[in-house]
């Protein structure tokens, strides 16, 4: 165990889940946006947030309704520290409700950073169970194809939730993407409440062959049997209909040469995988002009593929 710490700030990233074809397994970890949380020892005990920035006034101050609060209590319990006090800053840089995320990264930053005041007592492995439940105080449920990614950086796959066990996946070095925010509302609640229960088994079978294709074009870097792969048979056609010009950004980006295209998440963010960073800023500016005409505001990022995950800055 490292040296504990009196004051932490560390910053975790967005996080784009599925990656088009795994729905709740596979996720991806973007260089920006964030959030950032600094911790200082109190000479109190007890949990206590004192200032959320950039929030728009969405977020609990309750530590026990705040997935932040809440997972650091949870690490506090787990470890058990008598008469320990901790005051908590939440910056989100990132917005709520856009399909990147947004909770997890806060509590992904929260529990990486009562880690690194501890001096890093539990590993990042150790740390996902706890991110696991912050989850499901958020959304309601505790999938884990955005916190893994957020914490570990890189490409993810959740072979298993019970027992939970999450796989690194090799980044092909050109793989960037493109990811925009419309500024419509999309709750993840509501948008997982429309998903069909079941689903036709011939539908299925190209599911399973998308991903496994994909997993393999990872290990090989073949762009284009990852750009095959890129297609979802089953989440899609239901939730597409929640965003916008859905079809019309697609269309954009395809035109431009992205690898594939799909939903962020639960959305409304849509993402483009590309080769290269250029043309990830092409289809990016793009389809922003394109909102733009349509009177829709929005948030464009670029990106290539955060292989670091959660990070101490200083």
């Known amino acids: 165990m490292k040296e504990e710490r009196n004051t932490v700030r560390v910053f975790a990233p967005a996080t784009s889940a599925n990656f088009i074809c795994g729905y709740d397994v596979l996720g991806v970890a973007l260089h920006e946006p964030g959030d950032e949380v600094i911790l200082k020892r109190s000479e109190k005990s007890g949990v206590v947030i004192t200032k959320i920035i950039g929030d728009n006034g969405l977020l609990p101050y309750n530590t ?9 209590k949870m690490i506090i319990n787990h470890l058990q520290l ?3 006090g901790v005051e908590i800053e939440l910056h989100k840089k990132m917005p709520v409700g856009s399909g990147l995320g947004s909770s997890a990264a806060s509590t992904i930053a929260g529990l990486f950073a009562i880690n690194q005041l501890l001096g890093e ?9 706890f991110a ?3 989850e499901e105080l958020a959304c309601g449920h505790g999938h884990a194809d955005n916190v893994a990614p957020s914490l570990l950086g890189g490409i ?7 027992p939970l066990e999450v796989i690194n996946l090799p980044v092909p070095s050109e793989l960037c993407c493109s990811v925009i925010f419309p500024h419509v509302e999309v709750p993840t609640r509501a948008a997982r409440q429309i998903l069909r229960t079941k689903v036709e088994l011939r539908n299925a079978v190209s599911q399973w062959g998308n991903i496994a294709g994909l997993i393999t074009g990872l290990f090989t870097e073949d762009y284009d049997l990852i750009s095959r792969s890129l297609v979802d048979n089953l989440i899609e056609p239901t939730r597409s209909i929640l965003i916008p010009e859905f079809d019309e950004m697609r269309k954009i980006a395809l035109d431009l040469g992205a690898l594939g295209f799909g939903i962020s998440g639960s959305g409304p963010s849509v993402v483009a995988f590309t080769k290269g960073i250029k043309k ?17 505001g929005s948030n464009g990022y670029s ?12």
């Open 82 to 84: 008598t008469d320990f």
């Open 132 to 134: 696991l439940k912050g």
């Open 280 to 296: 990830t800023e092409e289809i990016t500016k793009s389809i922003q002009d394109h909102l733009e005409i349509k009177n829709i």
């Open 156 to 162: 993810t796959l959740i072979r298993s939730y019970n």
């Open 303 to 314: 990106s290539s593929i955060n292989q670091e995950g959660a990070k101490l800055l200083s």
């Open 64 to 72: 026990d309704l705040n997935t932040v609060g809440a997972c650091i």
């Open 121 to 129: 007592p539990l590993t990042k492995q150790e740390l996902l169970p």
